[in-house]
């Protein structure tokens, strides 16, 4: 491919990337998910090795392949996520929190599967999940943090706020519903100079612009 003619901007930088949904469980056989196909996060995996970084993928349930090159390790819960991440962060220079974590998970699980019989509806309760990306970027010598939001609606002022609240150098923002699922991406990037938005391009070439403005930010910083 083309990425093997060009400069290896991540030589001897080690990348630590999340990527996917992660599902927290009901009972034994119902999950509550976040709608994440995995496709950005697996693409900047791949951007990045091809960029010659050494790679560890931390991913939640995809359909994907994993990329060539890659380290990975799989996790189903948010919590499970956080603990993989943290056990490692500080053995990484840039952490990329791509992946789309549960916010909630259920407090109130239920080891037998729940019967609909004889129910007239069902009651779940919710406890907070850890915060990854701002546990991580709150860490004493700790990666350097990409992080990501998609949203809805005011995507300026939303990114915006939400790289300050967690503290993170760079967040790359996109509006949900041009991206979710599709192959395609609209990325703007927040950073303490502003917001820059880059072309519409197919995830895997996104990947690969990202991957180069990170490469650029980190070695400036
Ligand atoms: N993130 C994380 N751990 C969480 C929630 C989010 O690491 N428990 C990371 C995501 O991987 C992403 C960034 O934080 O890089 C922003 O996620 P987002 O869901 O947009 O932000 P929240 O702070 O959860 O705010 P909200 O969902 O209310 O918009
Ligand atoms: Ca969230």
């Given amino acids: 491919s083309l990425a093997f003619f060009s400069p290896k901007v991540l030589a001897n930088t080690r990348v630590l990337i999340t990527a996917g949904p992660t599902e927290e469980p009901i009972d034994p056989v119902r999950v509550i998910t976040n709608k994440s196909s995995g ?27 994993k990329p060539y090159g890659v380290s990975s390790e799989d996790v189903l819960t948010a919590r499970q996520m956080h603990t993989a991440v943290m056990r490692q962060a500080k053995d990484f220079d840039i952490f990329i929190s791509v992946a789309a974590v549960a ?7 239920s080891d037998q599967k729940q019967k609909k019989q004889g129910q ?10 850890p915060d990854i990306l701002a546990e991580v970027a709150a860490l004493d010598k700790g990666p350097w943090c990409v992080g990501f939001a998609a949203e809805t609606e005011n995507l300026s002022e939303y990114a915006q706020a939400k790289r300050q609240r967690k503290n993170v150098p760079l967040l790359v923002g996109n509006l949900a519903q041009h991206v979710m699922s599709a192959d ?10 502003g ?4 072309p519409i391009l197919a995830k895997t ?6 991957i180069r403005a990170i490469s650029e930010r980190y070695f400036a910083r």
Wanted: glycine share 6%; aromatic share 10%.
């Fill in 39 to 65: 496709k950005m996060g697996y693409a900047i995996a791949k951007a990045a090795f091809e960029a010659g970084a050494t790679v560890h993928l931390i991913s939640g349930p995809t359909a994907l392949a």
């Fill in 103 to 109: 916010d909630w998970h259920i407090s109130n699980y």
């Fill in 120 to 129: 007239t509806g069902l009651h779940l309760e919710f406890a907070p999940n």
């Fill in 184 to 193: 395609q991406t609209t990325m703007v990037l927040f950073d303490d100079k």
């Fill in 195 to 198: 917001e820059q938005a880059l």
């Fill in 205 to 210: 070439e996104a990947a690969t612009a990202l």
